[in-house]
């Protein structure tokens, strides 16, 4: 099996590209931003599905929120790279989910990550591997991440309102209703 040190700079430039390449796609070219999520999608199904960090830890599922980080925390080393890189890898879900969502774009984003989390435990469960609440958790603030980057870049290339001159109804309705 793959380990994740050696190949996971790949998933995380393929990541990232995929995220610049919807920053640049928004607004223009909503097909590009499907091809950046499932890009996405098939770079993290790679990273945790396929590889490993060397010894995968055994099998089994683990339910008690927030163990699996206190120990990372705790311990330090690979235990904080696995946090951030659990985050990190969702930002570009989130942010491609939220830009292509027509509304409420961070929960759509948020939930869309979740869910495909939730679904890669399950797949790692069924592979004799171990499902983590606290990865879903992890997963799931980083699609919540995106989607916050998401809104405020979409936000950020709005047009501004202030000053803006907008032509007059030429109705009396409408100039009525313009006083």
């Known amino acids: 099996m793959l380990h994740v040190p050696d190949y996971a700079p790949i998933g ?29 999608v098939g770079v993290i199904a790679w990273l945790t599905l396929v590889l490993t960090f060397g010894d995968a830890g055994g099998t089994g599922l683990n339910l008690e929120l927030f163990r699996e980080i206190r120990r990372a925390l705790n311990g330090g080393g690979s235990g904080h790279l696995n946090l951030v890189g659990n985050v990190l890898m969702f930002v570009p ?11 409420a774009r961070l929960v759509t984003a948020t939930v869309v990550g979740l869910l495909l989390s ?37 936000a950020a290339r ?15 309705v409408g100039r009525a209703a313009d006083f």
């Open 12 to 40: 995380a430039g393929v990541l990232g590209a995929a995220l610049v390449l919807g920053a640049v796609a928004y607004g223009r070219a909503r097909w590009l931003l499907w091809l950046a999520l499932a890009a996405s």
């Open 93 to 103: 879900v989130g942010a491609l989910v939220a830009w292509l969502a027509r509304r």
């Open 118 to 154: 939730v679904g890669i435990e399950a797949t790692q469960l069924g592979l004799g591997r171990v499902g983590d609440i606290d990865d879903v958790v992890l997963n799931a603030a980083g699609a919540a991440v995106g989607g916050v980057l998401a809104v405020a870049w979409a």
């Open 158 to 172: 709005r047009p501004s309102r202030v000053g803006y001159d907008e032509p007059r109804a030429s109705s009396s």
